[in-house]
């Protein structure tokens, strides 16, 4: 998977990914800045640390309150959880 690092990098990937250099692609290098741009916009309006937030419905069962419990301990005080989702471009996205 192609990483780029600079403008410049994300722009020759999109032309690769576009048929170039086999194909002609017939865009002004101004249009490729104003597309660029656009799409940075987007990307930092809709995920503006990389991730994107969901909610998972999830029944707690006996054996959850049970593996929460303390060692001797008569009743359970709380369950705290956390995870790590998979690697996405180099960023680690963590649910609390």
Not at 11 to 17: L, W
Not at 35 to 60: C, S
Request: proline fraction near 3%; charge should be negative.
């Amino acid at each position: 998977m192609a990483q780029p690092s600079s403008r410049q990098g994300l722009i020759d990937y999109a032309k690769r990914q576009l048929g170039y250099p086999v194909l002609e692609i017939n865009v002004a290098d101004e249009q490729l800045e104003d597309l660029l741009d656009d799409a940075i916009q987007v990307f930092q309006e809709r995920h503006y640390d990389g991730i994107a937030r969901v909610y998972l419905k999830y029944q707690i069962t006996q054996a959850d309150v049970d593996r929460g419990r303390a060692r001797g301990a008569s009743s359970s005080v709380g369950i705290a959880t956390t995870s790590a989702s998979p690697t996405i471009d180099g960023l680690v996205s963590h649910s609390h």
